[in-house]
C-alpha cells in the first residue's frame, strides 16, 4: 500500500506552530481589543484546529472525498449554530407586547 | 428445504439460534431488523387503536387523560425512533444494498451487528418505561415540562432514545462507507441504483443530525437529575434553545423517514412500468437536495414558540424549497408512467398508494410552512393529519410496497398475489378514512394531544376511528400472508417480476456472499431497453 | 479488523480498499463527535451572546495557568501519537509503543489537571444546582450558574473521550506488543491517532472559549 509518510522535521515544525499561536492566544487574552477579542481567539483557534487536521490527520496528503468529509461536521456545525443564532440574536428587534389588562 | 438451484443459502446454511444472533450477514441482520421493527410496529399500533376507540366519544371514558398522554407519547417515540427511523434502511437497505452495488457484505459488519443490538437494548429500555410509569411529555420531549415538571419516567426513556441514536449513527456510517468504498468494478455513481442514492442520502443525514439528538436528549436527563437548569428560564435558560436543538434533528429526521421509502418507489415504478426511470440524475440529485436542505428547515416547527419573527421569514422561504425536490421525484415518477405498460402487481399498487398519500401529505405541509397559516393551525388535527400522510400514507406505504417486492428475494417464497392486492386497498382506504376527516377537524380548529373534545367534533372522530379499525386489518393481512408465504408459498424464481438490477441475478434467497463471483457492472440502472414504448 | 484470519477482512478485495474504508468510516464518524460536541458549543454561543458580562465573570474564576498547561500538554501528546503513526508507517515495534506509552501519560497528566480544577470548583461552590454560590456583587447568579453549567458538560465531555482514547490507547499497546502490525497493516494506530488528534482539537476550541476571551485583567 502507498501511503505518504509525514517526515518527522514537519511534524516538529507543526509543533512548534501550535506552540506559538498557544502562546500568541494567552498573550493577546489579557490585552482588551474590544470585539477583536472573541474574534481573535476563534481565528486562532481555527488556524489551530487547521494545522492538526492538515498535517497530524494526514488530511493534506489524501483524497477529495476526505478533505470533503473532514470539512462536512464544521459547515454543519456552523449551519446550527448560524440559524439558531438568527433566531436568538433578533428575537429583541420586536418588543413584547404589554401584558394584557386584568 | 427443496429449493432448487444452490443447495446452501444464506437461511439454510445453519440453523443454530446462535448463527443468528452472532451473525454478520448482512441479510440475516436484515431479517433481526425485520423482526425488531415489526414487534414496534405492533406495538406503536396497539397503543394508536387504543387511542383512536377513547377517541370515538366525545367525553373522556374509556382512559384517564394521564394515560391518554402516556398512550399517545408513546405511541409517537415507539413508531417514530423503533419502526419509522429504521424499517426501510434497517430491513431493505440492510438486505439489498450491498447487493444493489455487487458487494459481499457492509464495510463494518460487526459494527452492523451492534447496530442492531444498540437498537434493541434502547427498544427495551423504552418498553421497560412503557410498563413502569410511562412518559407523558409527547415525543418531542419539551422542555421545561419534561425538565421540571412531568412525573413520569423521562430519564428513563430519554436514555432508551439516546441509545437507539447510535444504532441510527452506525447504520448510515456504513451505508455511507459502503456506498463509496465497495462498489462492484463498473458500478459508477450514475449507475447506482436510486435506492442506494436514496440510502445514501439519508445516512447522511443520520450521521449529521442524529448526534445533536444525542446530546439534546441527554442534557434533558442531565438537567431532570441535577438540575443544573441548562433550559430553564428561572435562573435565564431559554427553552426555545431545546426546540431548536431538537427540531435540527428531528426535522431532518422526517427525510430520514421519507427518503428511503421514496427509494424504493424509483425502483418500483422503474420495473412494473419496464421503464428507465425518467430524469435518472435528477431523482438521485433530489435525493441529495432534500437531504441538505432539509437541514434549513427546522424553525418552521417555531412559529408560535416565540422565535424571532425574522428567523421565521427565512425558515418558511426555505421550507417551500423542500418541496421542489420532492416535486421533481414525483413529476419524474409520473413522467415515467406515461404511456408506459404498467403491470399491476402488489407492489405496484403500493407504489400508487404511496404516490396518491404522499402528494396530499406534501401540499399540506405547504399550508404549514406558511407562517400565518400555521398559527391557526399550529398543534391542531391539521397537523397529525398532514405529517401522517407522509410518515405512514408515504413512508410505510414505501415500506411495505419495498418488502412485498423483495420478498421473494429476501425469502426465496412467493406471496399469493391477490391477498397482496387487496391488502393494498384496504391500506389505502383505511388510511384515507383515517386521517382525511383529521384535516378537516384541525382546520376547525381541535387541538391535538387532548383525549376529550366538544360534542359537534363526534362525527368526523368516529370517521377517522372506523378508519383505524380498517387500517389495523390492512396491516393484519400482511403479517398473515406472509408469514403464511415462508412454508407454503410457492419457491421464487431468481427474478419473479423481470426486474433490472444486481440483487435480480443472483438466486432467491441468495447464497452466502451474494454472488458467486464479484460482478462486473456494462449498463445503467433501469436499462429496460424499449418494451414499454409500444404505445407511442 | 485483524482477526484470527489475517488482517484482511473477507468482504474486501485488497488491503488498500479495507484502509481506504476504515479511514472514511473513522472521518464519518468525527463528523458526528462534531455534531454531537456541536450541541453544546450551540448552548454555549447562544447564553453567551445573550450574557456576555457575566459569561465574562464566571471565566475569571477558572485558572488560566492550569488552562495553558494543559494545552500544552495536549499539544505535546498529539505530537507524540502522530510520531506513533509515524513508527507504525515504518513499521518500528519498540517506537509505537513507546510512543503510545508517552501519549497515555500525557493523557493522563491532563486529567489529573483536570481533577485538581474540578476540586477546586467543588471547593468554591460553582457546581451548579442547589448549592452553587457566588460571591460577584449584584451579579444574577442565574446565567453565572449557566457558565458554570456549560463548563462542566463541555470539559466533561472532553474527559470521557480522554478517558475513552486512554482506553482504546492500551488496547492499541497490547496489539502491538503482540506484533499485529507491521508496515503495510497499522489501520487501528492510524484510526485512534484520528480520534486522539480530534479530541486535541475540541480542546483546542474550548481553552479559548472558556478560559481567553474576555479575560483582560
Known amino acids: 500500500m502507498k501511503h505518504h509518510i509525514v517526515p518527522v522535521r514537519l511534524y516538529l515544525g507543526i509543533f512548534g506552530a501550535l506552540m506559538v499561536l498557544t502562546a500568541i492566544t494567552v498573550t493577546v487574552s489579557f490585552y482588551d481589543l474590544g470585539f477583536l477579542n472573541t474574534f481573535v481567539a476563534i481565528t486562532i483557534a481555527v488556524c489551530k484546529a487547521t494545522l492538526v487536521i492538515l498535517y497530524f490527520m494526514h488530511v493534506r496528503y489524501s483524497n477529495k472525498l476526505i478533505w470533503v468529509f473532514a470539512g462536512a461536521g464544521f459547515v454543519w456545525l456552523v449551519i446550527l449554530i448560524a440559524f439558531t443564532l438568527s433566531d436568538t440574536m433578533t428575537r429583541a428587534w420586536i418588543p413584547l407586547p404589554p401584558p394584557l389588562p386584568m | 428445504m427443496s429449493e432448487p438451484a444452490p443447495a446452501t443459502n444464506y437461511l439454510n446454511w445453519n440453523y443454530s439460534i446462535r448463527s443468528w444472533l452472532l451473525t454478520t450477514d448482512h441479510k440475516r441482520i436484515g431479517l433481526l431488523y425485520l423482526m425488531g421493527v415489526t414487534f414496534f410496529f405492533a406495538i406503536g399500533g396497539l397503543m394508536a387503536s387504543l387511542f383512536r376507540m377513547e377517541l370515538a366519544t366525545p367525553a373522556g371514558n374509556l382512559v384517564t387523560a394521564d394515560t391518554y398522554n402516556k398512550l399517545f407519547t408513546l405511541h409517537g417515540v415507539v413508531m417514530i425512533f423503533f419502526f419509522l427511523v429504521p424499517s426501510v434502511p434497517g430491513v431493505l437497505g440492510n438486505f439489498v444494498l450491498p447487493i444493489m452495488i455487487g458487494a459481499k457484505d457492509v464495510a463494518f459488519p460487526r459494527l452492523n451487528l451492534a447496530s442492531w443490538y444498540v437498537y434493541i437494548i434502547g427498544g427495551c429500555i423504552t418498553l421497560y418505561v412503557a410498563v413502569t410509569g410511562g412518559l407523558d411529555t409527547g415525543w418531542t420531549f419539551y422542555t421545561p415540562y419534561s425538565s421540571t415538571y412531568a412525573n413520569t419516567k423521562v430519564i428513563t426513556a430519554a436514555l432508551g432514545v439516546f441509545i437507539t441514536g447510535f444504532s441510527s449513527i452506525l447504520t448510515g456510517l456504513n451505508f455511507i462507507v459502503t456506498t463509496h468504498k465497495l462498489r462492484a468494478p463498473g458500478m459508477t455513481w450514475m449507475r447506482l441504483p436510486l435506492f442506494v442514492w436514496a440510502i445514501y442520502a439519508t445516512s447522511l443525514i443520520m450521521v449529521l443530525a442524529t448526534p445533536v439528538l444525542a446530546i439534546t436528549i441527554a442534557l434533558i436527563a442531565i438537567e431532570r437529575a441535577t438540575g443544573i437548569g441548562i433550559f430553564d428560564p428561572a435562573i435565564g435558560g431559554d427553552p426555545v434553545l431545546f426546540q431548536h436543538m431538537f427540531w435540527f434533528y428531528s426535522h431532518p429526521a422526517v427525510y430520514i423517514m421519507i427518503l428511503p421509502s421514496m427509494g424504493v418507489m424509483s425502483e418500483l415504478i422503474a420495473c412494473f412500468c419496464r421503464r428507465r426511470i425518467f430524469g435518472y440524475s435528477f431523482v438521485a440529485a433530489s435525493s441529495l437536495a432534500i437531504a441538505i436542505i432539509g437541514f434549513f428547515v427546522w424553525g418552521h416547527h417555531l412559529f408560535v414558540s416565540t422565535q424571532s419573527p425574522y428567523a421565521g421569514m427565512v425558515f418558511s422561504f426555505l421550507s417551500f424549497l423542500v418541496a421542489i425536490p420532492s416535486a421533481v421525484k414525483a413529476f419524474n415518477w409520473t413522467a415515467t408512467m406515461y404511456k408506459s405498460s404498467v403491470s399491476w402487481q402488489t407492489p405496484m399498487v403500493y407504489a400508487m398508494g404511496f404516490m396518491g398519500l404522499f402528494l396530499i401529505g406534501g401540499l399540506t405541509g405547504l399550508f404549514l410552512a406558511n407562517l400565518a397559516v400555521d398559527i391557526h393551525l399550529h398543534d391542531t388535527y391539521f397537523v397529525v393529519a398532514h405529517f401522517h400522510y407522509i410518515m405512514v400514507g408515504g413512508a410505510l406505504m414505501g415500506y411495505l410496497g419495498g418488502l412485498h417486492y423483495w420478498w421473494p428475494k429476501i425469502t426465496g417464497k412467493l406471496y399469493p398475489e391477490w391477498w397482496g392486492k387487496f391488502s393494498a386497498l384496504t391500506v389505502f382506504i383505511g388510511f384515507n378514512l383515517t386521517f382525511m376527516p383529521q384535516f378537516v377537524l384541525g382546520f376547525m380548529g381541535m387541538p391535538r394531544r387532548y383525549y376529550s373534545y366538544p360534542v359537534e367534533w363526534q362525527a368526523l372522530n368516529v370517521l377517522s376511528s372506523a378508519g383505524a379499525t380498517i387500517l389495523g386489518v390492512g396491516y393484519l393481512i400482511p403479517m398473515i400472508y406472509l408469514i403464511w408465504s415462508l412454508k407454503n408459498g410457492k419457491p421464487a424464481p431468481a427474478n419473479p417480476w423481470g426486474a433490472k438490477g444486481l440483487e435480480w441475478t443472483t438466486p432467491s434467497p441468495p447464497p452466502m456472499h451474494n454472488f458467486e463471483q464479484t460482478p462486473i457492472v456494462t449498463e445503467e440502472a433501469y436499462a429496460y431497453g424499449n418494451e414499454g414504448h409500444g404505445h407511442g | ?217
Open chain 3, 1 to 217: 479488523m485483524a482477526d484470527s484470519h489475517g488482517p484482511l477482512a473477507h468482504h474486501f478485495d485488497s488491503l488498500e480498499q479495507q484502509y481506504e474504508s476504515a479511514r472514511l468510516g473513522m472521518w464519518t464518524f468525527l463528523i458526528t463527535e462534531v455534531m454531537m460536541f456541536g450541541g453544546l458549543f450551540l448552548g454555549y454561543v447562544v447564553y453567551r451572546t445573550k450574557y456576555p458580562d457575566l459569561f465574562v465573570a464566571g471565566s475569571h474564576h477558572l485558572d488560566i495557568t492550569l488552562g495553558a498547561f494543559n494545552t500544552v500538554v495536549l499539544i505535546v501528546s498529539s505530537l507524540t501519537m502522530a510520531m506513533a503513526v509515524h513508527a507504525a508507517q515504518e513499521g518500528r515495534r519498540a517506537r509505537i509503543i513507546g510512543y503510545l506509552w508517552l501519549t497515555l501519560l500525557l493523557g493522563g497528566t491532563f486529567l489529573g489537571v483536570k481533577v485538581v480544577e474540578y476540586s477546586h470548583k467543588f471547593h468554591d461552590h460553582l457546581i451548579p444546582g442547589a448549592h452553587f454560590q457566588w460571591h460577584g456583587a449584584g451579579d444574577p447568579v442565574g446565567p453565572i450558574q449557566l457558565f458554570f453549567g456549560y463548563y462542566f458538560l463541555m470539559t466533561g465531555l472532553h474527559a470521557v473521550h480522554m478517558i475513552i482514547g486512554a482506553g482504546l490507547l492500551l488496547w492499541l499497546i497490547r496489539l502491538a506488543s503482540k506484533n499485529r502490525f507491521s508496515a503495510e497493516f497499522f489501520t487501528p494506530v492510524e484510526m485512534v491517532g484520528l480520534y486522539w488528534h480530534f479530541v486535541d482539537i475540541v480542546w483546542i476550541f474550548l481553552f479559548p472559549l472558556l478560559y481567553l476571551i474576555g479575560r483582560h485583567g
